[in-house]
């Protein structure tokens, strides 16, 4: 079976960083993609590439005949609709045993689905601004901004997804991978079990996790990605 791009990228990465990758074999029933193991640790792994609809082919080939184009569409949906794709196959083989792991590629550039905050508002919930018209007829104000429906990550759902994991080429031909960690997940993946210069962490602050006010992604040393 031929091996998409993002799988060959992630091998590549695995073995850059001496992390053994071993493929699943392909049975009756859809599985993940790989074990993988960070040390004695394994974790079970999905890898999804992005590709463009054909809509978007044809933009993306009027963009790079020199043409200004605009791209749009709703925040998250690619990220959203991989998230969901993948809850089977990850549930089935790690739900209760390992950490499982979603990572996804982009194939679709310049189109960026794989943007920080559209993966943060495809996992905990589109941005609302709650209004509120005060009791004597005054002018109406807006709240706090929150996080609100289409999330695909609370502490009843999706709990098997320890993070989804954006993968990246970067111009200099290296690959890069960057965690956005599953607050809710019942099996953390621990960021000490995988570090370097290409790989990043980044989660949600337990406050804005627990509360579903608006809140950024945060590094370990506390930065905004």
């Not at 493929?23 to 999804?48: L, N």
């Not at 943007?115 to 005060?134: C, H, R, S, W």
Request: glycine share 8%; charged share 25%.
């Amino acid at each position: 079976m031929t091996k998409t791009k993002s799988e060959l990228l992630f091998e590549q990465l695995c073995s850059e960083h001496d992390v053994r990758c071993e493929p699943v074999s392909r049975g009756p029933i859809r599985t993940p993609d790989y074990d993988v193991y960070f040390g004695a640790q394994q974790v079970v792994v999905e890898v999804k590439q992005v590709e463009p609809t054909a809509d978007e082919a044809k933009e993306i080939a009027r963009w790079e005949a020199g043409e200004v184009i605009t791209f749009g569409g709703e925040a998250g949906k690619r990220v959203r609709q991989e998230v969901t794709d993948s809850k089977k196959q990850l549930r089935a083989r790690a739900k209760g045993r390992f950490p499982a792991l979603l990572v996804l590629y982009n194939n679709a550039e310049p189109i960026s689905f794989l943007d920080p905050m559209f993966v943060l508002v495809a996992m905990y919930g589109a941005l609302t601004l709650p209004i509120f018209t005060p009791k004597d007829g005054g002018t109406p104000f807006g709240g706090r901004l929150r996080f609100g429906g289409k999330r695909r990550v609370t502490k009843e759902h999706n709990t098997t997804l320890s993070a989804v994991c954006v993968l990246v080429l970067n111009p200099e031909d290296k690959t890069t991978l960057t965690f956005y960690h599953n607050y809710f997940a019942a099996l953390s993946f621990d960021p000490q079990w995988f570090q370097g210069e290409r790989v990043r962490h980044y989660r949600l602050p337990q406050a804005e996790a627990e509360s579903g006010n608006y809140g950024f992604w945060v590094d370990l040393d506390g930065k905004h990605a």
